[in-house]
């Protein structure tokens, strides 16, 4: 387990996230100016520069409930108020995007460009506003400092440890089952095409070498893919061209997005079991996270009525017209009971959410 994966899982989460509220924000016709105050709002908590110094120190990963706990704080820094079925679509959306994402990554060191992606986005969200656009940029310079030393052998480390996080989530998204990366089941289809990491070349050849070094015979095999040879290496700078796409926003308005999930209320309930007794040490870091985070100073407007709430996905609606629809139920149960002098029947209350 690599000791330096925490910033980095937090920093793609986070870009996912803000990712999807903008596109749902956008969707719901929020108004403008109360849009961007939730994005600048969670921009500024998530990278203030306290809790980046706890962040960018070395430890192990959170648990899956401390993580979800700490997201859970920072989709609230704002103005915005999501009920629980929006958090737990939202959270699933996250992950699973990121998943995808390491799993396609060619080779360990490309995971610090998805990360330069979405800190890419990032700073386009707040590029008129030069106090967070500020804190940006220190966390590029922090990143940099970090990660462009380590080795490719860190780097798989650091892989191999994410993979671990993510291995037991295998929650259906819509965008990947139509686009048919994505099996029934939650699993992703890794393509056999593409272009090879850079610095390897196309496989399909077997060279044979004497043993003075000189090359004797050459041996061609079928690949079994499309492989292509690895346009140029992508930028490790503040600025400059990634190459890779893996980490862009895929909820673009270039792209409509159905963000309805299948099998969330299963895997959602999964989310509450993992982890029920986190590791001491990470609890500790996420009560001086969260108590970090709870100090930050978010301007609130003096009018309470200014906050509003948020049903990110169709399906809270759903569920909404569930419990009406079992309110309803309950209240005609209890008419029959009056009128039959019998005890009315216990009521059941379901939810397809959590």
């Known amino acids: 387990m690599s000791s330096r994966t925490l910033p980095l899982l937090f920093i793609n989460l986070g870009g996912e996230m803000l990712y999807i509220l903008d596109q749902r924000l956008r969707a719901q016709n929020i108004p403008a100016d109360k849009a961007k105050k939730v994005m600048n709002d969670i921009i500024t908590t998530m990278f203030n520069k306290k809790f980046l110094e706890e962040l960018f120190k070395p430890q192990e990963l959170y648990s ?51 990360s330069f992606n979405h800190m890419d986005a990032i700073k386009d969200f707040v590029k008129d ?132 999930m299948s099998g969330t209320s299963k895997n959602s309930a999964q989310h509450a079991k993992v982890s029920a007794a986190p590791n001491p040490l990470a609890k500790e870091e996420l009560n001086l996270l969260a108590k970090l985070m709870g100090g930050l100073e978010v301007q609130k407007p003096g009018n309470a009525d200014s906050g509003f709430r948020v049903n990110l996905f169709a ?19 209890s008419l029959q009971s009056l009128e039959t002098n019998l005890p009315a029947p216990a009521a059941r209350e379901t939810t397809f959410w959590p």
Not at 193 to 201: F, I, M, R
Not at 315 to 333: G, I, K, P
């Open 315 to 333: 399906t809270d609606e759903e569920e909404e017209t569930n419990r009406s629809m079992l309110s309803w139920q309950r209240s005609w149960e």
């Open 129 to 260: 506003t030069p106090s967070i656009l500020s804190q940006v940029d220190e966390t590029y310079r922090q990143l940099i400092e970090m990660y462009t030393p380590l080795s490719s052998g860190e780097f798989q480390l650091i892989r191999q440890t994410l993979l671990i996080f993510f291995q037991d989530m295998h929650i259906r998204v819509s965008i990947f089952l139509k686009d048919k990366v994505q099996n029934s089941n939650g699993r992703f289809v890794l393509p056999t095409s593409g272009p090879v990491p850079h610095g390897t070349q196309v496989p399909g050849l077997i060279r044979m070498f004497s043993c003075t070094g000189e090359e004797v015979t050459r041996l061609q095999f079928n690949n079994g893919g499309n492989y292509t040879a690895a346009i140029r290496e992508g930028s490790f700078e503040i600025f400059g061209d990634r190459v890779t796409k893996l980490g862009t926003n895929m909820y673009s308005v270039s792209r409509p997005v159905e963000t309805h």
């Open 64 to 114: 899956k409930k401390a993580l979800r706990t700490v997201f859970d704080r920072l989709a609230h820094a704002s103005i915005m108020r999501l009920n629980q079925a929006s958090m737990d679509k939202l959270y699933d959306l996250m992950t699973m995007a990121f998943k995808y994402q390491v799993l396609l990554c060619p080779r360990p060191k490309d995971i610090l460009l998805v």
